[in-house]
Each structure stands twice: as structure tokens, then as C-alpha cells.
């Protein structure tokens, strides 16, 4: 659990774990079968692995037996970008110009599609480049944006992709436990998923395909996961992203208290420093993401003075955040790389209270009157 005299703000970097899966993964561990042998160690390890699976499938409404456990988000990423697009002959990849870099690697500069300003994909945009390509094509737009939190209309680009003949692979690492997520309902081939980043423990993952959908292995050298992934399966991990699968309705349930603290926050920030912006203000966001760019102070000024008053936030993803490079996320929506460096990203949570939104504004609130005075 997060010790409560430090104020967590960073909740898409990582969750605190749950107690349930805690409780879960300590019972794992004693679990030391190896799931793919057939005596009853590794039976009963099998069943556990199993279990966390079907309870996976139930919550993003995918077929079990079509859920792929990886190491993490960006595992599941790149053998969607190399699996899926090997298996269906891809003729190459698309994704919008804001993707996570896991994706991002995998796509070359001149197939990135442009974004707006609030960083949502440019539809036109998209389908000029499925015309001018011969079918199948790969594309990627991700549910939510991991910095802004802004949410991407997946079901109409499903519908271009559709059109075209198109696979289309959706990063949805930072929707459980904040919003709805239906794989089915949205007709999404692809789907990655994170444990850690809704309560679960890092090195644990899930590629969800829909039925149908073939796809290469990446690791090779076992038969594990249907052959789709070589490598005995992290047991402890999965279990844990099962139990936290369990607990992402309760975190629903908790979403609208935690949209009321990130909204208190953001109207105390536009009220007392007219000079931020907040990028997606007005947009579909989730509830618990806010990206606020502060003129004149750059983003690790602002990082370290708050974690010095025990306030810890970041300055965007935190696959990228030791770099001096500003994020190519606001880059692509326009903003100036100069200003791009004076963004933080604050996120929120279930352990979330009001005494940790106070605490940020009575830190930068102050920051932010010293340099706009100055």
C-alpha cells in the first residue's frame, strides 16, 4: 500500500497493489508447479494460470482461450505489431502519431498519422492512408493516451479498418479500473493490456485477440500459450492480474470520486494560474488523467520541487521521462518543443484522498505565482 505521507500522483506510471492481489500472488508463490507439466504441481499451476485467464477474458469481454499472457504492455504491443501483421501478410502498419513508444518503434515516421491538437487521430487523415495502401493493413490507435488521457474514437476507426480490409490493434494498457473496455462490442482484433497499471504487479501482461485472428509468435523455443508465446508463464503475475481483473468493478464504482478530485484540482489550477494549460480540457478524458503545461518552468523544475514536498507526479510516460526529448505526444499535437518541456502529468487513483490534490496546489500553485510574477 502507498505510504500516505507521500502524496501518489502517479497512477499511469504505475497503481499501488491491491490487497486482493497481494493475498493472491503470496498464494501463488506457493504454487512452485510448472504450469506445462502434467503431474499434479504443475496441474494445479495450470489451473491458477487458467483461472486468471478466463477472469481477463470476462472483463474485456474476449474469447479465453484467446487471451496471451506476456511480460507487460509493451511485450503485448510489439507481438501485436510484428504477429499480427506477419500472420495476416500485412502490407505495413499504421498508428496515430501519439501512440506509446512501444508501438511507435514499430512504425515507420511517414505512416504516423497526424493528430489534432488535443491529440485525437485525424479519421481523414487515416483513411487517405488505407486507400493509398494495398489491403491488409495493420493500425493501431490506442483506447486512452497514456499522458493526456485523452480517448481515441476507436469504434469509428474499427469502422475504417473495416472498410478497408484493415486488422486494427487497440493499447488499452490505461483503461482498466477507469473505464468500460469491450473488445467484442467494439469489433478491436487486438487488445494489450498491463496488471500493473490497475493494480496488479509489474512483469505481467495479457495480447487479447479476437476469434479468428492469427498471429506469429515473437518468442520462440516452447510450446507455451497455444504456441503464441514461448516461455513458462510468470504464475505469481498472472494470478495477481487475475485477482486484479476481479477488482476492476470496484474501481468503477470509485471513478466518479476520482473524476470530482482531478476536476477540483484542474479548476483550482485554470482559477490560480491562468497562465497553464491543460491539454484535452475539454475533451472525452479519463477521469483520472490531467497533463498541464506550466510556461517558463520546465518539467523536471517542477517534478523535483514536488517530490522534495513529497508530491509524485511525472513529466509524462515514464518509458520516457529520464529524457531530456520532449514528449513526442505533444509534439505531435502541435505544441512547441520548447513548451512541450513544461508539462507534467498528474494521475490519479483509488487511494487518491483530497488532503493529496491540496497538498499539489499548496506546492505548485506557489511555483506557478513565483515565475508568472517574475
Not at 487515416?126 to 490507435?141: G, I, S, Y
Not at 476507436?154 to 479500473?177: N, P, S, T, W
Amino acid at each position: 500500500m502507498t505510504a500516505k505521507a507521500h502524496a501518489y500522483l502517479d497512477y499511469n506510471a504505475t497503481t499501488p497493489v491491491l490487497e486482493e492481489v497481494v493475498l493472491a500472488v503470496t498464494a501463488a508463490l506457493g504454487n512452485f508447479g510448472n504450469p506445462s507439466s502434467v503431474h499434479g504441481p504443475g496441474r494445479h499451476a495450470r489451473a491458477a494460470v487458467e483461472e486468471a485467464r478466463e477472469a481477463i477474458a470476462a472483463l474485456v469481454d474476449a474469447p479465453a482461450q484467446r487471451v496471451i499472457f506476456t511480460s507487460g504492455g509493451t511485450e503485448a504491443n510489439a507481438l501485436a505489431m510484428r504477429g499480427l501483421a506477419a500472420a495476416a501478410g500485412c502490407s505495413g502498419v499504421l498508428a496515430s502519431a501519439t501512440e506509446h513508444p512501444s508501438i511507435m518503434a514499430h512504425v515507420a515516421e511517414q505512416d504516423r498519422i497526424a493528430v489534432d491538437r488535443n491529440g485525437i487521430v485525424d479519421l481523414d487523415a487515416l483513411e487517405r492512408a488505407l486507400k493509398q495502401r494495398a489491403a491488409p493493413v495493420l493500425v493501431a490507435v490506442m483506447f486512452a493516451n497514456n499522458e493526456t488521457g485523452v480517448l481515441q474514437p476507436v469504434a469509428e476507426a474499427v469502422a475504417l479498418a473495416r472498410k478497408y480490409g484493415a486488422l486494427i490493434h487497440c493499447d488499452a494498457v490505461q483503461a482498466l479500473g477507469k473505464t468500460v473496455l469491450s473488445m467484442r462490442t467494439l469489433g478491436l482484433d487486438s487488445v494489450s493490456l498491463s496488471a500493473h497499471k490497475f493494480g496488479g504487479v509489474k512483469g505481467a501482461g495479457v495480447l487479447a485477440l479476437r476469434g479468428g485472428v492469427e498471429i506469429a509468435a515473437d518468442m520462440l523455443g516452447g510450446g507455451q500459450e497455444h504456441r503464441r508465446r514461448a516461455g513458462t508463464e510468470n504464475v505469481s503475475g498472472i494470478v495477481g492480474m487475475g485477482a486484479a481483473a476481479r477488482c476492476a468493478e470496484r474501481l468503477l464504482v470509485d471513478a466518479p470520486r476520482v473524476l470530482d478530485l482531478r476536476d477540483e484540482l484542474e479548476a483550482a489550477v485554470e482559477s490560480e494560474a491562468p497562465q497553464a494549460r491543460i491539454f484535452g480540457r475539454d475533451k472525452p478524458r479519463l477521469g483520472n488523467t490531467s497533463c498541464i503545461l506550466l510556461p517558463g518552468v520546465s518539467s523536471e523544475t517542477q517534478v523535483m520541487r514536488l517530490d522534495l514536498a513529497g508530491v509524485a507526479v511525472s513529466a509524462g510516460s515514464a518509458c520516457s521521462s529520464g529524457r531530456i526529448a520532449p514528449s513526442h505526444v505533444l509534439l505531435a499535437m502541435g505544441v512547441a518543443p520548447n513548451e512541450a518541456k513544461s508539462a507534467i502529468r498528474v494521475s490519479l487513483g483509488w487511494e487518491t484522498t483530497r488532503a493529496d490534490i491540496s497538498r499539489f496546489l499548496e506546492v505548485w500553485l506557489p511555483l506557478a505565482a513565483k515565475f508568472r510574477d517574475s
